[in-house]
């Protein structure tokens, strides 16, 4: 497979270090509107084709799918180009900066009939799939809380560099600069590990957003500092459960860690995942008496990268689509507005039914008798959402 890479920043190094490493996989074209940034990175993985526009590389033509790591203002027009020039797109996350932008993307590349996928990167860690498929087969019961956190510290560590004065950091924080704030950068990520964690989708939500003073005048350079930098999430989840979903890039003493705590009426199960480790722990059966909680291993499962390789071969489409994409950030658009109206918001019902992807990998996991079926991945329609149902009055 030809690949070209569309943004030559931070994350662009780490992917490209996973693709240069699959066998099939040949980076053939690197692209980014900075000439130093293009140079460095191509210069770094070998890569003789440099370009410093996407139409210049599709003009060449000699690619057969590209992985677009531009900001997130950028992943609208550039997909949009790629998916009318014919190539498969893996783009990263957010797909887009609002529902609508990326429902278009989502309608344009299933009508041109290319493999789309967007990185949420933490389809990746084993012990998510593990606790899915267990949610699946039933093992933990009937669903009835689901808490979620992701956490990042780089507001106040300077582990990643300083957000004062790099970009990379500095579009992050900023709205008129295409950033959702940590809601649209990680938010993102902690909403897909929840829902596909969980085995289910979010239907209700209600949600408080805060950025925080952090510059003279709100403003540093051309970053108007004006994305929300925490959030807090109050969820209902289609198959019944009540959540709590939230993200801060203030959690002092935590680089960057992932925690899912899914409850069941017959055990429960917690995720956690750090760049250092990742650790499946539960408690079921006659534990829940004792509340003693086990470590469960779990085995390797393929890379979004890989899935997304194995799709442009075979042609078999892979999740996460863009479709998929698409409807999570209906949730996201959901929260800014729930933010600023103060009250819940509910997403209105499927139109459209698709069955869960099979779980090959964790073909021993055996259904409990008293299993309940889960309901299978939803698509929304295009409208966003509908109001909640009045409540009776209080007594
Ligand atoms: N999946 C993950 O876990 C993960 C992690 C980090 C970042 N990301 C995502 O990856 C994307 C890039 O993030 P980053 O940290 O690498 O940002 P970055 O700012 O370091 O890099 C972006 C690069 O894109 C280039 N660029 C901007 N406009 C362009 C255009 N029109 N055509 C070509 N190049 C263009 C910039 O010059 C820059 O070099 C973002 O969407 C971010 O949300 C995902």
């Given at each position: 497979m030809r690949l070209i890479v569309v943004g030559t920043g931070a994350m662009a190094t780490s992917q490209a270090n996973h693709f240069k490493a699959m066998d099939g996989v040949e980076i053939v074209a690197a692209v980014d509107t900075d000439p130093v940034r293009l140079a460095e990175f191509s210069d770094h993985f070998g890569i003789e084709k440099r370009f410093l526009s996407l139409d210049e590389a599709i003009a060449w033509g000699e690619f057969d799918a590209a992985t677009n790591v531009t900001p997130d203002r950028m992943h609208h027009a550039t997909s949009l180009a790629l998916i009318a020039a014919g190539k498969h797109v893996f783009c990263e996350k957010p797909l887009a900066e609002n529902h609508a932008d990326a429902l278009e993307m989502a309608h344009a590349a299933e009508a041109a009939g290319v493999i789309n996928m967007v990185n949420l990167t933490y389809r990746n860690v084993p012990q998510l799939q593990y606790a899915r498929g267990m949610v699946l087969a039933g093992q933990l019961g009937t669903i009835r809380h689901v808490e979620a956190s992701y956490l990042q510290s780089w507001l106040v560590s300077r582990a990643w560099g300083d957000?004062?004065?790099e970009s990379r950091w500095l579009w992050r924080l900023s709205t008129s600069h295409g950033s959702n704030g940590v809601l649209g950068d990680v938010g993102i990520h902690i909403l897909d590990f929840a829902a596909y964690g969980a085995a289910t989708d979010i239907d209700h939500v209600f949600s408080r957003l805060k950025a925080f003073d952090k510059a003279p005048g709100g403003q540093i350079g051309e970053y108007?500092?004006?994305?929300?930098?925490s959030f807090t999430m109050s969820v209902g989840f289609a198959n019944g459960a009540l959540g709590v979903i939230h993200a801060s890039?203030?959690?002092?003493?935590?680089?960057n860690e992932l925690k899912l705590r899914i409850y069941g009426e017959l055990g429960s199960i917690e995720v956690t995942h750090r760049p250092t480790d990742s650790e499946l722990r539960g408690c079921l059966g006659e534990d829940i008496e004792t509340a003693t909680w086990r470590n469960i291993d779990v085995p390797a499962v393929p890379t979004n990268y890989e899935r997304f390789v194995k799709a442009v071969i075979t042609g078999q489409q892979p999740d996460p689509s863009f479709r998929y994409a698409a409807d999570l950030q209906k949730v996201i658009d959901l929260a800014i507005v729930s933010e600023k109206e103060r009250r819940e918001l509910t997403l209105l019902p499927p139109v459209e039914i698709v069955s869960m992807p099979e779980i090959q990998v964790f073909a021993d996991l055996e259904p409990l008798p008293v299993a309940t079926e889960m309901p299978a991945l939803r698509l929304m329609d295009d409208t966003l959402w509908q109001e909640p149902e009045p409540r009776p009055a209080a007594d």
């Open positions: 957000w004062r004065s108007k500092l004006d994305a929300n930098d890039r203030w959690a002092t003493g935590h680089l």
